[in-house]
């Protein structure tokens, strides 16, 4: 503990350097008036998919109605100079800072953000009038069980929440018709998941849209893996699949099918929403398009 | 309600408290009235008494990276775990206090700061440790312990001062859904940093701050491991007022299950709770409560003919925890 008795006149200045993690949660609860079961999923960049999934295995136990999503923010002093010093965000100082499946890619874009949903039983859905917007059919979560501070350069872990999800979802690889991918944009991640969707989809893959919203929106962080299953949903209802901002020279070790920066107009039945997290824990959700 | 409960078997336990790392050793004393309190040696702060865990942990190759009660939490899980298989099939659920700020090592950084924030890393923030980050993670300990014991099934990391009740149904969850044949539960939380103890002090409501690090290895109650379990238990994490219908909801599903034979509550209930001495043995220990009254009830009920206990707890802000535990005939 801090040698407080060096400082005895130390106070902490009125700018708050507490992070209550369930801020966001205790806020929607009271806004709302929810008064059911509440968990805080802590995940890193995983939490955000995790919390969508985990609400859906609720509704699927018999929960009627769940609240769901992520929120979080790293752009102050102690966020960005902390992940600086990690290495992690692109040293560039340049709008198209961050380029996911890049050659050129040197690093994220921290950025700031929340999505929420109402994850809920579909007939009570359709009994209060409500449309829903997508069905969240699959969803798996795995460990890399590697390192702190790099994902597995395999995937296998990665590759395995895929397949997990696939599973739940009763689904053969070749439905999914489009992959939100966790694409930081770091010269580790991109690669290693493109090897995992090498694993799971082996010939497919090359013929399988998949794009990163990181580079035009940042990497959200622990509401990462919310924003972009957002982005499928959009991708469902718009048939319109997002494309990636600032890709100009895909790297040959990334060989999927990496949409440019152009969005990519398609019709398409299953979305794969990919949220890998620092420390490697892997959350994959499938999305099913709505009659 | 039922859609958060699951009753599995625990095969094996760990924990680091304030009265020591021997579980049994601890329920004699708690049993005998003794506490892990000791006056609190700090007379800036307000808070009378403490409970910290006594020494400290283990030197590991981690040390750089986590902080002490991480290192707390990584040795009750490393034994926890001793022969488990590392595989798809193990999964890890981490419970982290949160709640608090726990930045006792970065205040020096903080204390000149301007309250608008303007030049922070010029006043301060620059002094931080390269590895500060990775020290506060909310999921570091989860990451390198997933390394260490090879758990590459599902998990996930919970936050709050409900959280271990989250990881302990999370994992539940993850057993009967099949996802996984064996869980790993790990918890650890700490109130023994200078702002929570300055806000205790300021409320001087007696309640004794403490820490604490725990660990659970859970399977399915038709496992072939659970015949020799040590006891079941399921989790409930809700959220409102301790008195309010979500305290009495756990309960009253808690109930349906069966009779309760002891309560326990803990400083945050209101006194007209049943109480056993587990909160004022232990202290206060925010998300690692469920974990501690896991292995504590556990270990009372063995030297009593009662066979099951409920465990309460409340948290700030808002958030409850029940958890049922249940041993052998």
């Keep these: 503990m801090i040698d407080w008795a060096a400082e005895p006149a130390a106070t902490l200045p009125a700018m708050r350097f507490r992070s209550p993690v369930d801020t966001a949660a205790r806020a929607v609860r009271r806004a709302l008036g929810l008064r059911g079961p509440t968990t805080i999923n802590v995940s890193a960049c995983a939490a955000g998919a995790l919390a969508v999934a985990e609400a859906a295995s609720l509704v699927a136990r018999g929960a009627r109605a769940v609240v769901c999503g992520g929120a979080d923010s790293m752009v102050n002093p102690l966020g960005i100079g902390g992940m600086a010093r990690l290495g992690a965000p692109s040293p560039r100082a340049a709008p198209d800072a961050c380029r996911p499946f890049d050659r050129d890619r040197d690093g994220l874009a921290i950025g700031e953000g929340a999505a929420m949903f109402i994850v809920e039983d579909l007939a009570s859905a359709r009994a209060r009038g409500a449309r829903p917007l997508a069905a969240i059919t699959g969803w798996g979560a795995t460990q890399d069980a590697y390192r702190a501070t790099a994902p597995r350069p395999d995937g296998s872990a990665a590759a395995a929440a895929i397949a997990r999800a696939l599973t739940r979802a009763g689904l053969a690889p070749e439905a999914i018709g489009y992959v939100n991918a966790h694409g930081t944009g770091t010269p580790l991640n991109d690669p290693a998941e493109c090897c995992a969707l090498a694993t799971v989809f082996g010939a497919h893959v090359a013929k399988l849209p998949v794009s990163s919203i990181k580079g035009a929106i940042g990497h959200l962080m622990a509401a990462a893996g919310a924003i972009e299953l957002a982005a499928c949903v959009l991708a469902l209802t718009e048939s319109l699949l997002p494309g990636t901002a600032h890709l100009r020279h895909r790297d040959p070790a990334c060989d999927v099918d990496v949409i440019g920066p152009s969005p990519r107009r398609a019709y398409v039945e299953h979305t794969l929403s990919n949220s890998f997290g620092f420390g490697g824990q892997n959350a994959s959700v499938i999305l099913r398009r709505m009659p | ?329």
């Design chain 2, 1 to 329: 309600m039922t859609a958060m409960i699951a009753p599995v078997a625990v095969i094996a336990w760990r924990w680091r408290t304030a009265l020591g790392a021997d579980i049994e050793a601890a329920v004699t004393r708690m049993l005998a009235g003794e506490s892990g309190a000791i006056a609190n040696p700090e007379p800036a702060y307000r808070v009378r008494a403490i409970a910290p865990i006594a020494g400290a942990p283990p030197r590991t190759r981690h040390d750089r990276f986590v902080r002490r009660l991480g290192a707390f939490a990584i040795d009750a899980a490393t034994q926890v775990a001793a022969g488990l298989a590392p595989d798809l099939r193990l999964g890890l659920y981490s419970a982290v206090g949160g709640l608090r700020a726990h930045w006792d090592d970065m205040l020096a950084a903080f204390v000149r700061q301007r309250d608008d924030g303007i030049d922070a890393w010029a006043l301060g923030l620059r002094e931080i440790h390269p590895f500060w980050m990775l020290r506060h993670l909310s999921n570091n300990v989860h990451a390198l312990l997933a390394a260490d014991l090879g758990a590459r099934g599902d998990g996930a990391t919970y936050g709050g001062a409900s959280a271990g009740a989250q990881a302990i149904a999370a994992a539940a969850w993850a057993l009967h859904a099949g996802a996984i044949d064996t869980a790993i539960v790990v918890a650890h939380d700490s109130l023994l940093e200078p702002e929570t103890l300055v806000e205790l002090g300021e409320r001087d409501q007696g309640q004794l701050p403490g820490e604490a690090a725990a660990a659970l290895v859970l399977v399915r109650p038709d496992d072939p491991r659970a015949r020799d379990r040590l006891a079941s238990v399921a989790a409930f994490a809700g959220a409102g007022a301790p008195t309010g219908d979500a305290m009495r909801g756990a309960i009253d599903a808690f109930s349906a299950m069966g009779p309760i034979d002891l309560v326990d509550g803990d400083h945050a209930l209101p006194a007209a709770t049943a109480r056993t001495a587990i909160a004022a043995a232990f202290g206060e220990i925010g998300a690692v409560t469920p974990l501690v009254q896991t292995i504590a009830l556990a270990g009372i009920l063995k030297r009593t003919r009662a066979r099951v206990a409920l465990g309460l707890a409340a948290g700030e802000p808002d958030l409850i925890t029940a958890i049922r535990i249940e041993v052998p005939a």
